[in-house]
């Protein structure tokens, strides 16, 4: 199956063994950013994955697009242009500390794009699917009206769109509201990942205390509220998602998740993970294989099981994308 992912291509700079800033006097180098972390999990399950980004005209841009080279993923579309390569830098947390990032993002070639910079017609020939995340529209005017074209075009072909919504204060930094410009992205989507966090900065909407209800192993949570605020204001979505995450401390993590199709609330396994190599990425890996879950498999429960054992199994690997065992 063919899935278009739209977002920046990053470098990352990580303090060695968990050091922090203040201590590190060398960084690891790796390459990733959530659409790219879900095509490069895609491609490896087997499916035809289309990238779409800007990258700067150097050795960094080069160097990262060889590493989507490396898992085959379809680059064919990405332009070159620009000087500057989004970076951000991660201390990983450890135990009681909780980590910290760092992003240099501002003035990168991915955030000079606009509505024009590419031929979505083109780019969604023969697409079955298309993912982008609320990441992406954060960056820039420009980049919020690039989305916005890509999703219009997605549309019109009838194609089923993903989003992230994944709300990110340190990035909203260009004078706009993100309500302002987060719903008319959202509202032809078909799947959608939210928290009560997406809910009140995209849609000012905010659950009250009667809204929070007990799960098992995680606490008061507000699932349904967040599900049926969404698909309340935007018919489009077929399917909501609630992660669920208890932090035991940095290291220690319980994690499942709830999918709202219209008419059921489903609860997937409960993953009990007891020593986290690299957080980065887990979510990705839950859409990447909740995407191809979609893709290729029928029954809700099966999907949603396959994408928490995808993402609590990405929590053991370094770096930003799953990578798959061997066998």
């Known amino acids: 199956m063919r899935v278009v992912t739209f977002g920046e291509l990053l470098m990352r700079f990580s303090t060695p063994e968990n050091l922090r800033f203040s201590q590190a006097k060398s960084y690891d180098v790796y390459i990733g950013g959530a659409e790219a972390n879900i095509a490069i999990y895609l491609s490896q399950l087997q499916n035809d994955v289309r990238y779409i980004t800007v990258v700067p005209d150097n050795e960094l841009g080069k160097t990262a697009l060889n590493e989507l080279h490396q898992w085959k993923v379809n680059t064919d579309m990405v332009k070159s242009q620009g000087q500057k390569m989004g970076l951000y830098f991660l201390e990983k ?18 955030s000079q794009i606009d509505e024009f910079t590419f031929d979505w017609d083109q780019i969604l020939e023969g697409a079955d699917w298309f993912h982008w995340t609320g990441i992406t529209p954060a960056l820039s005017k420009g980049a919020a009206s690039a989305c916005k074209s890509a999703i219009d075009a997605a549309k ?19 004078g706009v509201d993100p309500k302002e410009i987060m719903p008319q992205l959202i509202e032809n989507c078909s799947v959608v990942i939210a928290n009560e966090h997406d809910v009140v900065n995209y849609l000012g909407i905010s659950p009250q205390n009667k809204d929070y209800k007990e799960v098992k192993g995680f606490g008061m949570r507000c699932y349904e509220f967040v599900s049926k ?10 399917y909501v998602i609630s992660t669920l995450r208890e932090t035991i401390n940095a290291s220690q993590n319980r994690w499942s998740g ?6 059921d609330f489903i609860q997937g396994d409960v993953h009990e993970i007891d020593s986290i190599v690299d957080r980065v990425g887990g979510g ?44």
């Open 229 to 238: 605020a969404m698909a309340g204001q935007f018919p489009n979505i077929q």
């Open 258 to 263: 709830i999918l709202f199709n219209g008419t």
């Open 156 to 174: 019109k072909r009838n194609i089923p769109i993903s989003c992230d919504l994944n709300y990110r204060s340190k990035l909203w930094k260009y």
């Open 93 to 110: 947390g450890a135990s009681a500390r909780g980590g910290n990032i760092i992003y240099d993002r501002e003035g990168s070639s991915f």
């Open 284 to 327: 990705d890996s839950f859409m990447a294989a909740f995407i191809h879950g979609k893709l290729h498999f029928n029954e809700d429960k099966k999907v949603l099981d396959f994408a928490l054992e995808a993402s609590a199994k990405k929590l053991s690997i370094q770096g930003d994308y799953y990578i798959l065992d061997n066998d």
